[in-house]
């Protein structure tokens, strides 16, 4: 970790509308980001991430509400005093300038000595591993190389803190995997505390120690990325992250019944309640239906059909449909669909290994 001590930022009850009396972009917003980690903020397309970011960059100002950046209220501050790091999905690196000024550029507008200047960049292009690339202009890099030159600008000027708004949105998969991986060995090495926006829910759980998950302009929950995915809050946290499907039953004799399948229900339940049964893709095990008949799993099998399914990579993603109506996503791993030797169209059993049980009346 280089230089100063890394900074925490708190928004405080962000509220933000582009039209007067409308719907906020940005309603009421409360988290932290702690020091030195990297939160992301993920959410569907529109959900007001990019808002937020705005907001604590000083490039939107609120209707309501305060961002603390280490304690010290910044929501009046110019975007310059705020001593952030930006980078932004497309490239916004300067056209007619070499990667070294481009790096360059906010040590001259802070007005830097050149000598000082010229080390902070050799120091950069070094960081972000494009030491033989200074003298070459944006248009003769690949977009990886442009995002990494882009990182190099955000942090020439030691930021308080990083944002960072979808850097990867623009580049081809295998190059965002990549990346992804080298920002955490960047970060590590930077210690800056870091905000990411992203709607990719891997991206967000593997690189990012705090996750706030982000609905129509609200948070739905915030927490580190285990918590998010093994205890989703709502139906819309638990189907945005890992996929889940959420299906509906009723609680009798202690457990939660949906058709044929059953499972144990939290101790809270009341006979007769309606329950929210949350279902991870790998947490569903297919098994062959054969001439009718098939061995009961802990949870008891339900006899299901196969509408579609589709290899990706090592495994399977299966489209089951249940005698409810309901709709399952399942992911099997590749050699096990294979041994299945099902058809679109068959039927199997689908045998729930686990299940998060909800009570009560989610609105989806
Ligand atoms: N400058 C603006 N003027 C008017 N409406 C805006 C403006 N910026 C954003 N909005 C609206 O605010 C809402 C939140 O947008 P925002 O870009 O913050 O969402 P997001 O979660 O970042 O989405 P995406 O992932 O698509 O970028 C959207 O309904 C958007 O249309």
């Known amino acids: 970790m280089e230089g100063a001590r890394a900074m925490s930022v708190v928004v405080e009850s962000l509220t933000k509308r582009f039209t007067a009396g409308g719907t906020p972009a940005v309603s009421d917003v409360s988290f932290q980001a702690p020091a030195g980690a990297i939160t992301t903020l993920l959410g569907p397309s529109g959900a007001g991430k990019s808002t937020i970011l705005r907001l604590i960059a000083g490039l939107e100002l609120p209707d309501a509400g305060r961002v603390l950046i280490d304690g010290v209220d910044c929501t009046e501050l110019s975007v310059q005093r705020r001593g952030i790091g930006v980078v932004f999905q497309s490239y916004a690196l300067f056209k007619h300038m070499t990667v070294r000024e481009n790096i360059a550029f906010g ?12 080390a902070r960049v050799d120091e950069m292009l070094k960081l972000v591993q494009l030491e033989e690339l200074g003298h070459r202009y944006p248009g003769q890099l690949s977009g990886g190389q442009r995002q ?26 295998r190059v965002r995997v990549e990346l992804r991986e080298w920002l955490h060995e960047l970060h590590v090495q930077t210690g800056v505390t870091t905000l990411l926006v992203t709607h990719d829910q891997e991206e967000a759980l593997e690189i990012s120690q705090h996750v706030v998950i982000m609905e129509a302009g609200r948070v739905a929950q915030a927490g580190p990325p285990a ?30 019944h949906l058709g044929s399948l059953h499972v144990a229900a ?3 339940a009341r006979e007769g309640e309606a329950v929210r049964v949350f279902v991870r893709p790998h947490d569903i095990k297919l098994v062959k239906t054969v001439g009718g008949n098939h061995v009961n799993g802990a949870n008891g099998a339900v ?33 096990e669909f294979d041994q299945l030797g099902v058809a679109e ?20």
Not at 107 to 118: F, M
Not at 152 to 163: E, F, G, Q, T, Y
Not at 346 to 358: E, G, I, M, N, P
């Open 266 to 268: 939290p101790a809270t």
């Open 345 to 364: 169209g068959d039927s199997v059993q689908a045998d729930v290994r686990t299940a998060s049980v909800f009570v009560g009346d989610f609105s989806i």
């Open 303 to 335: 006899p299901s059909r196969v509408e579609r399914f589709k290899p990706v990579g090592g495994y399977v993603k299966v489209l089951l449909k249940l005698p409810s109506g309901d709709t399952v996503a399942v992911e099997v791993p590749r050699s």
């Open 107 to 118: 040590l001259n507008v802070r007005k830097q000595s050149r000598s000082e200047t010229e």
């Open 148 to 173: 990494r030159v882009a990182f190099a600008r955000a942090l020439a000027i030691r930021p308080k803190l990083l944002l960072l708004d979808e850097p990867f949105g623009a580049l081809d998969t």
């Open 227 to 256: 918590e998010i995915y093994d205890r989703p809050a709502t139906p819309f946290v638990a189907s945005f992250v890992g996929g889940t499907s959420v299906l509906s039953g009723h609680v009798r004799e202690g457990r939660a």
